[in-house]
Every structure is written in C-alpha cells, then in structure tokens.
C-alpha cells in the first residue's frame, strides 16, 4: 500500500491525483498528435469536474493553464491560447496602496472626513447649511455608538470645525437631534438585530 505522504505533492490539488497522473502520462507521449489529442481528453475531463464554470468567459483558457502548470510547463502540446511562463504565474502582484493617514477622530471613520471634504466645496446657502445639519448630527450618532452615555453639542461642533479646518460653523438656529432620542433609537436597533439573531438560531 502507497500512502499520500510518499507520493508526489500535488501542484493543483483542487484537480485530485488522477488528473495529475494523466498529466504525467502525456508527457511521456512521443508522438506529437497523440500527446494533442491526450491534451483535449486531460481538458474535457478537466472541465467537467467544474461544470457550472462552463460558461464563464476565459474559463477553458484558465484550464489550459492548469494543464500547463500540472506539467510543471514541460507539455509541448498545440493550446489554443499561448502557453504562460512559469515567471509570469508565480509573478507577486504589486502592494496595494492603503491610505497611511489615520483618522483624526477614529470613532467618525474616513468616510465621514470625506463627507465634510465635499461639504467645504459647497457655496453657501441652504442646501450647504442642511448638509451641514446632517453631518452634525451623522457625528452626533457616531459619537454616541462609541461612548453611549452622553456626548455635548458644543463637543461635535468643535470637532466639525476641526474636520472642516475651520470651514463649516453651525448655522443659526439650527439645534442638533436630542441625544436621548438618539440613544433611544440605537437601543432599539440593537434590540432589534438581538431578537433577528435568536430568531436564526432558531431556525437551525
């Protein structure tokens, strides 16, 4: 008996042993016609382990990589579609860039930030000042998931005024959102994703 751990390590184990083998066996074809048409069966095969992929595009070029990478790209068969380098499949991709920023005040997040940027732009007028009312009380809900005691006005102002750099002030007679009736809203939201929570446990 031959155990796994002393056979070959699969190079795309998704395609199981089997396929490997074949892979194997067509390289050892001397005759160029059989090990094409050895090929085409190894594809068929291939194929229909993923039959719900069929109709993806570029799926049957994405299987003749495969094959070629089984071959450790040592199979000189006539592809469809040009035979991909080993440099260029092992290839890293370039690092994704992250912003490296950090938040002024991490409890509103980037996309608030992004939100008073946009707000600066407008002329003013009131559609500028509703968008300013919106924002302060967007920070005041914000301010109140994180610390759900109490916040004062006067405190997101300040911070509004920081995060617009001095370019947004509250306009007149505006008043924010009672900070009781928002923490009445978020507790009862809460209490509604609780009770959907115990609903689905219950379900299984």
Do not use: C
């Amino acid at each position: 008996m031959q155990y796994n751990t002393e056979r070959n390590q699969l190079i795309l184990p998704e395609y199981g042993r089997s396929i490997h083998q074949m892979v194997d066996h067509a390289l050892t074809i001397n005759d160029q016609e059989e090990r094409n048409k050895a090929a085409r069966t190894i594809i068929k095969l291939m194929g229909q382990m993923n039959p719900h992929l069929r109709d993806v595009p570029d799926f049957t070029h994405k299987l003749w990589d495969h094959l070629h990478i089984m071959s450790d790209y040592q199979l000189e068969v006539e592809s469809p579609y040009p035979k991909p380098s080993k440099e260029e499949v092992q290839k890293r991709p370039d690092p994704v860039a992250y912003p490296k920023a950090d938040a002024r005040y991490r409890y509103y997040g980037k996309g608030l930030e992004k939100m008073v940027k946009k707000a600066v732009e407008y002329p003013d007028g009131e559609l500028k000042d509703l968008l300013i009312t919106m924002l302060a009380n967007l920070m005041k809900r914000f301010y109140l998931v994180w610390n759900r005691d109490s916040v004062d006005d006067d405190l997101i102002w300040k911070h509004l005024d920081v995060l617009s750099d001095g370019q947004l002030k509250q306009p007149e007679g505006f008043e924010m959102t009672d900070t009781q009736q928002i923490l009445k809203s978020n507790r009862s939201k809460n209490r509604g994703k609780s009770q959907q929570k115990k609903r689905r446990k219950k379900t299984y």
